[in-house]
């Protein structure tokens, strides 16, 4: 088990579930345009969220976002340690900053004592694209090895100072290269993951890296934290994260819809229905699989585990409850009639 570190009241890692996170991508500037994007991602279900810290006007806005903030607030910051040090007295619930690369162990120590001073953990964020160049040399390019090889050298310089209240990422666009670096990471140490895949392109090929990439790890049992990466709303990188701790088992509040290919035997409109299901059911949160299948024939017995499901027939549909049939209706009523009996389950 990982050691557990907490954020702003959420524990990370040892026994706590995996925690769901997500990155503005409004102006850390804009203080009532990044809260309004707070309370969205609150309301989709993120649990911790990052913003830019780059300079300190934003640092002194950080700290007044801080203060109204539905969720805990992470300061994602480069290579300034000021920054880092006013975010930590501005109320961040955790600083992203690599301590190798703020120039000078006087200036780690100063950053350690600030988070110390407030239980502030500190995320080390390794990424492939910006490794540093002496281990790019040693290794060719950012290998897995390289990845874990860099986090351990800012590990280190924390560790100095008796720091250990920490979490590391070891990012990369690359899939099969992130997964070995968390793999590699946790047979040598405890200290809890945050896993996510980086830069992961358009939309729907960055939902297929992010959930190979951080699903195989899930499956593993490695990874306390995530974040998925999307050139997206942030929300909908909310709504990813969800979706991949429901396929990977780890979340049982909402709905699980299952759904049949469809085939020469469907006669309704089964995928507009489906998708109609699925808007409906997006923010519901019993732990229900519902089943959405497109003939009497199979579907009731191919969605047999379903708590409750639609079988389409011709230009109409049964509704079943645990694989047995209550109801037949015309196809325009088969939508408000699942709704109905979902809110009595
Ligand atoms: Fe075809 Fe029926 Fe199976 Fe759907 S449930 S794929 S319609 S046989």
Known sequence: MTRKIIVGGVPIGGDAPVVIQSMLNTKTTDVEGSLAQIRQLAAAGCQIARLAVPNMEAAVTFAEIC???????VADIHFDYKLAIAAAEGGAAKIRINPGNIGG???????????????????????????????LEKYGHPTAEALVESAFEHLAL???????????????????????????????????????????????????????????????????????SLTDDPVEEVYAAKDILKAAGLRKEGVNIISCPTCGRTQIDLIGLVNKVDAALKDCQKPLTVAVM???????GEAREADIGIAGGDGCGLIF????????LPYDELLPALLQRIETL
């Open 67 to 73: 203060k109204e903030s539905p969720l805990p607030l």
């Open 105 to 135: 162990e006087d200036r780690v120590q100063a950053v350690v004592e600030a988070c110390k001073a407030r239980n502030i953990p500190i995320r080390i964020g390794v990424n492939g694209g910006s490794l540093d160049k002496r281990l």
């Open 158 to 228: 924390l560790e100095k100072y008796d720091f250990y209240d920490t979490c590391v990422s070891m990012k990369s666009s690359n899939v099969p290269t992130m997964v070995a670096a968390a793999r590699l990471f946790r047979e040598k140490c405890d200290y809890p993951i945050h896993i996510g895949v980086t830069e992961t392109g358009p939309v729907r090929m960055g939902l297929m890296k992010s959930a190979m990439g951080i699903g195989s790890l899930l499956l593993d049992g490695i990874g306390d934290t995530i974040r998925v």
């Open 294 to 300: 497109g003939c009497v024939v199979n579907g009731p």
């Open 321 to 328: 409850l645990k694989g047995q049939p209550v109801e037949k």
